[in-house]
């Protein structure tokens, strides 16, 4: 109820037309002229995000609440709900010029963090390095006793990502001292409890902060220290490990620094201290220091058993930034490698049998990917052991899913000779894009490179075609599992048609079970008698989406994989693409989008080796002669007959015989006469002209390279030249008909010169030079003049607004 309610509500704000949105500007800015805004003013403001925020594109507000949104975030002070909706709406809004907006003047770390977020989501870089030294100079300046530091820190690692080069040395030295210090000494003490009242005793001490199963802290406190009250370097704590890694990969080198452990009243008191004192490591050597301990002081308290369901999905979050932190470190500085293996090995071999901490798996993966030679470590087997159990066992985490993309797009660089690994796990990754398709799929389009090779390629295309009819097997799969029985009823995944269980028939469970494979078994199935057994679920949202995305997966198979195919490899790919083109799982919508996208690549692969039409002429013949793809609009047959009429010849390869050409023109002789002149039907569609034109040009070209079919097509393309002499007008509208007239006629016209037809249809390999379209002494120019000459002597033939080829 919750999220329909909220998408009710997301839909109306991106319906909001201009008009609409000045009347809640005017609104808005008139509540924000009073000298208290109240209520009304944050409510008016709420909605006003509401609108600014729900659409991808952005919408322009008046000068003047701009103005107003900016005044409200100056002195004197307003209530912070209503200056953190000014900030939301002014950064939504970004980037805008003209705006008046500046730090230089803001003391308070609060109205300064707000203040900077809007500067730096305009994205001048001028104004960003100005903002990180404004933010270092408030920090330097600020008073122990004065306001909290808290607020400024998010600001310092914003600045440090979009511009790293923004920190003096000195002041990137400072920061790391002063993040060591935090993360290793943080009170351990809670806060005190709030004084006054009758019945609150004065004289009591806070209490020590516990660990996640209950027990007293021994040791430093960390952000999985639980205390009732948190102190303010408490906070700083927690704030520090946040920005840890960013800051670790983004500092620079340090100057000296010899206080190796820094006062812990200073810590907690004073944000950041001008006071620099000499010592043995360096600031940032010293924070990489207390980083591993305190990743390893994480660890160790992931072994607890939390009490709070909370606590422990915050173990896991804490393991899995713990793991990359430790990555980072072992990458800056090798001597950390070999005191952190055991305390990895141990990790991974504690959360192999854990199915709730699937996540920390990730990044231990890739931290042996990384460090596995060094440290002699059997990355490949902590990798299988990955990419065989998320994909089956998670699918339908969405961020899980994510999570495991990006750590496949990250991990290429590092996989090295373990990529055959990741090429041959293809199915199980599929499996992710299956049920999470419209928010995975930028990410697959750029992770299938490295998926297709030679070996793969072709089972790899089949798995893609058949994406739908998996997204319904996962399906049907969540649905006979016993968690299904425990979901209420209300749940979406039970409302569809549900279909029979596949064990009932031994066949089909075993093409169930390779079609849920997660490894690539080099021995791809016909699916197609799943394709029943599937069919209630071909109507469900999940499926329709992934139908969706298959059109821009293929384009992006076939631009990696014509890369590298050779000549055996692009003959199989034609040959999947012909056969697999009446062979597809039935969503609605679908045979027709891949259609579009086979035709096109069937004629690329086409032009890149045409010798496949002699090599294909069996399958090429089957498909013509059956009229297939017509029902879905007929794009493969007509990118068939085109590629047939353009490469059938000699010219293009030796083993052309003409017999192969009057085989190849009877067939389609009769599709072309079975299309024109038939009525539409159930089982003979409304012929598209395309493929009207196409047979009819194939047909002329054909003959122009057997002579003693001219006389065929002549009388055929005769009949064609006009809607009243031929029964073409029962599948054709007329304004079709008058085009495939028009090309009747100049094809007749062309075969009366039989000589000067072949050389125009069936052009030497030569005539691709740009001489021959420069120069008007060749022989193409001269040909085509006399086509013209043909063409203007035979033009009364022509339909009335027809006109001669140029």
Known sequence: MAAAGTERLLRQAREVRDEELGQFCARASALLRTEEPGPEAVDALRRLFLIVAATKYGRKLEDECVDLLQTALGPPPRPEPLQLLCAAILRETAPRPGLSLSCDCVQSPRQLSLVASVLLAQGDRRQVRSVGQRVFQVLESRQPEGPSARPLLPVVSKVASLAPGSFREDQANLLSKRLADWLRYASVPQGPAPSGGFFTPRARQPGPVTEVDGAVATDFFTVLSTAQRATEDQWLNVQAFS???????????????????????????????????????????????????????????????????ADADLQKACLVEAVLVLDVLCRQDPSFLYRTLSCLKALQARLNGDPACVRVLLPLAQFFLGHGEAAAVDAEAVCRQVFGRVPAEHFHSPMLAFEFVQFCRDSLPLLGRHLGLL????????????????????EFVALLPALVDASTAVELLHALLDLPCLTAALDLQLRLSPAASERPLWDASLRTASCPDASQDPQLQGRLQHLLRTEASGAPERLAPLYPLLQPMAGCARVLQCAEAVPTLLRAFF???????????????????????????????????????????????????????????????ALVGSGGGLRSGGSVLTSAVWAVGEYLAVSWDRRCTADQINKFF????????????????????????????????TLTKLASRSQDLIPRVSLFLSKMRTPAQSAAGGALCCREDEGVGTRATELLNLLKMPSVAQFVLTPGLEVAAPRYHRDTNTALPLALRAVSRLVEREAGLLPAEGRPPG
């Open 666 to 697: 009877e067939v389609l002789e009769a599709l072309l006469f079975e299309v024109t002149q038939s009525r539409p039907s159930a089982t003979l569609p409304q012929c598209p002209p395309q493929l009207v034109t196409a047979l009819m040009t």
């Open 559 to 621: 631009s990696a994989v014509t890369q590298f195919a050779d000549g055996a490899l692009t003959n199989q790919l034609a040959r999947l693409l012909l056969e697999r083109s009446d062979s597809l799982y039935p969503v609605p919508g679908y045979e027709a989008r891949v259609h579009q996208v086979l035709s096109a690549q069937f004629l690329g692969l086409c032009q890149q080796r045409p010798c496949l039409v002699v090599e294909l002429a069996k399958e090429l013949l």
């Open 423 to 442: 090429r041959r796990s293809f199915p199980g990754l599929l499996q992710l894009l299956a049920w999470n398709s419209p928010a995975l799929t930028a």
């Open 243 to 309: 920005m840890l890694r960013a800051w670790l990969q983004l500092g620079g080198p340090g100057a000296p620094d010899t206080d190796d452990r820094s006062e812990q009243e200073g810590s907690s008191l004073s944000v950041l201290s001008a006071a620099a004192s000499t010592g043995r490591l360096l600031p940032p050597e010293r924070l990489r220091e207390k980083a591993f301990q305190y990743c390893q002081r994480l660890v160790e308290q992931s072994t607890r058993r939390a009490l709070r369901r």
